[in-house]
């Protein structure tokens, strides 16, 4: 029996990714993994009807998850590449976690600073035994477990903090937003040593340091 259900999603997956080709992202990898990982079963329930727009969505403590368009940009930067170690700094709803996971990394660990947040994410994220959700400041002077092939921050600074350089491996590559809270632009730092590359103009509200329970 055919599962009405199912073709109903895979077909709604399918144009959520043509509508994402249609704004210019061509990056063949990254849209087959948001094609797979379904963003509806991120998003929370009052808000699942707007999934597969291309929008930003509200989260528990004032937190938001990113919009699909800035999530893609922002994973063809990275360039994962199969069996990478990734830092990933704002995990959210565990979205861009579990793209992370089907790109191929070999392993995610995720920094919240928002316990309720990091605990959701978790909870979603658990049949995903490569990534690994913690209450934790990305912005802190250290970061757990150094040594990462991939750091993805969901958030913009105004400069590239020094403990993400070291925590960068040789050759590494990391992304973030570089300016002001809102719209600033996409930066990409190739290796430890390298200037900061800036891309496109991105929607991303700025990183608040420390940690914090519920709003």
């Known amino acids: ?21 249609g704004r210019g992202l061509r990056d063949t990898a990254v849209l087959r993994a948001m094609e797979q990982v379904s963003r509806d079963a991120f998003a929370p329930p009052e808000h699942r009807v707007h999934a597969r727009r291309d929008i930003a969505l509200p989260l528990p403590c004032g937190a938001s ?13 990275l360039r994962v590449e199969p069996g990478q170690r990734v830092l990933e700094i704002g995990t959210g709803s565990g979205y861009a976690s ?3 996971a089907r ?8 920094l919240e600073r928002y316990g309720t947040l990091a605990a959701d994410a978790a ?13 934790a400041d990305g912005l802190a002077p250290e970061l757990p477990d150094g040594g990462f092939d991939r750091i993805l921050v969901h958030g913009s600074v ?17 992304v973030t937003g570089l300016g002001g809270d809102g719209l600033c632009r996409a930066a990409v730092l190739a290796s430890p040593e390298a200037d900061v590359g800036l891309g496109a103009p991105i929607r991303l509200a700025a990183l608040a340091p420390g940690l914090a329970r519920v709003l």
């Open 123 to 135: 909870a979603r994220l658990a049949d995903l035994s490569d990534v690994h959700v913690v209450q």
């Open 98 to 100: 579990a793209l992370l």
């Open 1 to 21: 029996m055919i599962d009405l259900g199912s073709l109903e999603e895979a077909a709604g997956n399918a144009a959520f990714v043509m509508a994402l080709r």
């Open 65 to 77: 998850m990113t919009a699909p368009s800035t999530v893609a940009l922002m994973l063809a930067l």
């Open 158 to 174: 105004d400069a590239i903090p020094p403990h993400w350089r070291a925590a960068l491996e040789p050759g590494g590559r990391l």
């Open 103 to 110: 790109l191929g990394a070999g392993a995610v660990l995720s």
